[in-house]
């Protein structure tokens, strides 16, 4: 079972060189997990300050700045394991040092039916020729629950794929997935060394997660143009944030 890992907290609680040690730290977790063969893709995201919001409504999309949510404990990274349930996904996140202070939101992947085939993960270990001039983005979809009815969701989620496999031709393609309902989500505590486990996800906003969309391009800008073209920002809202660069 394949789950995303959302880690919460607030960037006041850490120096920039207490993050870095801390992602240090999860990085090597990674690579234990990835030598398992538990781990698939994660990554720390820049600053909540580099958010930028992308709606389109009546054909015409809307840019604005900022997070999507003004929340206390904002998003800062992810991490996507395959494992066999959910016990083990909590005995990861609780591993996390980020669990210390913030929140770990557990969210499982949604299985995408048989006729519908994203593209093979390959661009992140197989960078174009001018990989240093570009940079990658996370697209965050979010949508109120029941914003697609399922007779649209179906030919939603086909469009949302047609629009992965345009952009894995394009060599701007690294990630992608839906997410099942919030109502599936569990948070993950750990405060003194107890580990408390919640059900549900970790704010409770009218709009939730609903899947991401990792891509590789030149600017915000062509960032932005393709969060146009995904149906979840027609009815929802596209949060796009830069990943996080280690300093060398």
């Keep these: 079972m394949k789950y995303m890992l959302l880690i919460y907290a607030s960037e006041s609680w850490w120096t920039e060189d207490e993050r870095r040690d801390y992602i240090l730290e999860s990085t090597a977790i990674c690579k234990e997990l990835e030598t398992q063969g538990m781990w698939l893709i994660a990554s720390a995201l820049d600053s909540i300050a580099t958010a930028t919001c992308v709606r389109v409504r009546d054909g015409k999309h809307q840019v604005t700045d900022g997070p999507f949510a003004e929340t206390t404990e904002q998003l800062g990274g992810y991490c996507i394991v395959d494992v066999r349930d959910v016990d083990e996904a909590i005995d990861i996140a609780s591993r996390l040092p980020p669990a210390t202070k913030g ?54 989620l086909a469009e949302s794929v047609d629009v992965c496999q345009q952009l894995h031709v394009n060599g701007q393609f690294i990630s992608a997935a ?21 059900d549900g996800p970790f704010t409770e906003t009218k709009e939730q997660l609903g899947g991401y969309f990792l891509i590789r391009v030149a600017n915000l800008n062509e960032a932005i143009s393709i969060a146009a073209r995904i149906p979840g920002s027609h009815r929802g809202t596209a949060e796009i944030r830069p990943l996080y660069r280690l300093p060398v």
Excluded: F
């Excluded at 697209?139 to 009815?149: C, D, F, R, T, V």
């Excluded at 997410?179 to 948070?187: E, F, I, N, V």
């Design 178 to 198: 839906p997410l099942q309902p919030p109502k599936t989500a569990y948070c993950v505590r750990v405060r003194h060394g107890a580990r408390a486990v919640t």
């Design 103 to 156: 929140t770990i939101e557990i969210r499982p992947l949604l299985p995408l039916p048989n006729s519908l085939l994203l593209p093979e993960r390959g661009t992140a270990d197989q960078p174009p020729s001018d990989a240093e001039q570009r940079r990658d983005y996370i697209l965050l979809m979010y949508a109120q629950e029941g914003a697609w009815p399922p007779d649209e969701h179906a030919p939603a």
